[in-house]
T-cell receptor, first 116, second 112 residues
Framework: DTGVSQDPRHKITKRGQNVTFRCDPI?????LYWYRQTLGQGPEFLTYFQNEAQLEKSRLLSDRFSAERPKGSFSTLEIQRTEQGDSAMYLC??????????????FGPGTRLTVT | GENVGLHLPTLSVQEGDNSIINCAYSNSASDYFIWYKQESGKGPQFIIDIRSNMDKRQGQRVTVLLNKTVKHLSLQIAATQPGDSAVYFCAEKPVGYSTLTFGKGTMLLVSP
């Protein structure tokens, strides 16, 4: 399978704990995006990388959230001191950004986070 | 994801009908638009896209129409099939940015 993969698919954690999610983009894609989706809503942009550089961050991304893409391939999203309001589906997407980029983003299956 | 269709506008059609899903976008400076399909428990799946210098684009069984005057986007699905049942999202990209802003979504229910 050469699509975007995410791990874990489901995570249940207690309030106050830290969690980390991983995303492996499509191998030739240089752009990687993180989104959050709650029930009944469309995905909300969190942050975006081009290669290893984090180029945009949403105001939604509080200082408890941090994302990295150290080698320009896979990315991790960490949430520190989780709160019940962090319960959501966390989606990763990737795309090719270049001179003839189409902006079409390919999404992974998501990580469902439940904070109890 | 699961139950992504809660509280969403719903379009119910019979198999074989044509479906039209509408979307009002917010930013007149957006230069790229895209439609995604999301089935329960899965991530969004690309359907079709269109740039702002076009007003119509066709794919296999799908057509996207763009009316920039009224900031309206529509997705037409021909000969709708039960496998088309899902939540459909439109998204826009503001000029100068690489990120997408998603709309609220519409649930499409196709009865056999």
């Amino acid at each position: 399978d050469t699509g975007v993969s995410q791990d874990p698919r489901h995570k249940i954690t207690k309030r106050g704990q830290n969690v980390t999610f991983r995303c492996d983009p499509i191998s030739e894609h240089n752009r990687l995006y993180w989104y959050r989706q709650t029930l009944g809503q469309g995905p909300e942009f969190l942050t975006y990388f081009q290669n290893e550089a984090q180029l945009e961050k949403s105001r939604l991304l509080s200082d408890r959230f941090s994302a990295e893409r150290p080698k320009g391939s896979f990315s991790t999203l960490e949430i520190q001191r989780t709160e019940q309001g962090d319960s959501a589906m966390y989606l990763c997407a990737s795309s090719w950004g270049g001179r003839y980029s189409s902006y079409e983003q390919y999404f992974g299956p998501g990580t469902r986070l439940t904070v109890t | 994801g699961e139950n992504v269709g809660l509280h969403l506008p719903t379009l119910s059609v019979q198999e074989g009908d044509n479906s039209i899903i509408n979307c009002a976008y917010s930013n007149s400076a957006s230069d790229y638009f895209i439609w995604y399909k999301q089935e329960s428990g899965k991530g969004p799946q690309f359907i079709i896209d269109i740039r702002s210098n076009m007003d119509k684009r066709q794919g296999q069984r799908v057509t996207v129409l763009l009316n920039k005057t009224v900031k309206h986007l529509s997705l037409q699905i021909a000969a709708t099939q039960p496998g088309d049942s899902a939540v459909y999202f439109c998204a826009e990209k503001p000029v100068g940015y690489s990120t997408l802003t998603f709309g609220k979504g519409t649930m499409l229910l196709v009865s056999p």
